[in-house]
């Protein structure tokens, strides 16, 4: 295990900033490295343009144990995400044979632009797509998912096993209807008390009642158990 | 008018790294930067750990024109973000009296914690809160916003008439259900073309039809609707 590994999220599209779509996969892939313990440190969401996410590709894989990319990996001229890489990289791009025998299995024309989904760096190993037949890869600690959410929830599925990370990071909460200005001195003197745990309120405002997510991180359980204890015999002792 | 604005929208919060919280203001600032004629070139998510924010404004507010940020301005011992701006700009962190007389209006009582919310960094102006009471700030080319959308959004508009942008940034799209693998090539051609726009494609699912959404972006109105036509004529002829 490793108690210190750490993730970032490459975010790769256009539709994305320009708000054309909603991402659909962070809020995934933070659950889903959560439960690895695994600290996902940061997300950025960038232009697909090959020099701006060749040099962030750089910079987020010297930092952190692994990065996950999503999105850019069709066969559309917009698609620069393994060129990319494999910029980053300083490597060429090849055409991955068994990547070229999974998507001819479809029966459709190998053309050129299908042939581009077999097109990986050099030194990259195959991620498996169980929804369709294109597969992401993995190159060093970088590794490269689908934007559609279907598949990149199949790649990340199949990409797992190779992630070393430490104890889950577990998660309580509570939600309270008080405001946080009422409750945040008492909140901060039992996340005083329990630094191992992050402690965390998050506003709401529910048909027009307004409150507070609670929540309570941490790797043990027992110390999450007990500050989420002193937080609801503090705020919400009738719930 | 700026035809070269940008800008970079900084999502501060662990709730959104953790999976705990789905981001609902990255695409309501995306789509309103392109109203705008701003380029909106990237966007980061980095957890409530007042060195690495300020770090990232730093980074952020010279490579951009604008930078934006959501979350952390809130009462609570986790708000951590107008102490990592303050400290990012060098400066200290004064209580504002128009924001604390704002925020004394609710009857409440002024706490320590209701004080942090009047607490901006020195030299900042406040961005007006509509929906509730407590409100952003601006210093320099940094526009704080609160995390909650409904205020993030009114903050926005308040904000909005500060901004000096372009030519608005137009988009049309039209679905076809077609796999991308067969229009590729004829997408890229139609996208030579039209150095000038942005042409993008992007694959979907639905009922289990497979398609793609494409997309024609650019400021001027003319070529826009030009390279759309092509894209009609080309992919959806029937249409």
Redesign the interface.
């Known amino acids: 295990v490793n108690p210190a590994a750490t993730a970032a999220v490459l975010i790769i599209?256009?539709?994305?900033?320009?708000?054309?779509?909603?991402?659909a996969n962070?809020?995934?892939?933070?659950?889903?490295?959560?439960r690895l313990g695994i600290v996902?440190?940061?997300?950025?969401?960038?232009?697909?343009e090959p020099e701006?996410i060749a040099a962030v590709v750089n910079e987020l894989r010297a930092r952190y144990t692994y990065v996950f990319t999503t999105g850019g990996i069709?066969?559309?001229?917009?698609d620069l995400t393994a060129e990319s890489i494999a910029r980053a990289f300083g490597v060429e791009l090849v055409v991955d044979e068994e990547a070229r025998r999974r998507i001819a299995t479809s029966g459709?024309?190998l053309?050129?632009?299908?042939l581009?989904?077999a097109t990986v760096p050099k030194g990259a190993t195959l991620i498996d797509n169980s929804v369709s037949l294109a597969p992401g890869f993995r190159i060093g600690n970088v590794f490269v998912l689908a934007?559609?959410p279907?598949i990149a929830r199949a790649m990340f599925a199949a990409a797992e096993a190779e992630l070393e990370g430490g104890r889950p990071?577990l998660?309580e909460?509570i939600d309270v209807y008080q405001?946080?200005?009422?409750f945040?001195?008492a909140?901060?003197a039992i996340?005083k008390r329990y630094p191992e745990v992050?402690?965390?309120?998050?506003?709401?405002?529910r048909e027009g009642r307004l409150g507070?997510?609670l929540?309570v991180?941490g790797t043990d359980p027992a110390r999450v158990a007990a500050a989420m204890a002193e937080i609801r015999a503090t705020l919400a002792p009738t719930g």
Chains 1, 2 share one sequence.
Request: glycine share 10%; no cysteine; aromatic share 6%.
């Open positions: 599209g256009n539709e994305i900033l320009s708000g054309k779509t909603q991402d962070l809020k995934f892939l933070g659950e889903s490295f959560a996902l440190a940061e997300a950025r969401v960038i232009r697909d701006v069709g066969p559309t001229h917009d459709r024309e053309n050129a632009a299908r581009k989904m934007g559609i279907s990071i998660s909460s405001r946080e200005g009422d945040a001195a909140l901060e996340a992050d402690i965390g309120s998050y506003p709401f405002s507070a997510s929540v991180r």
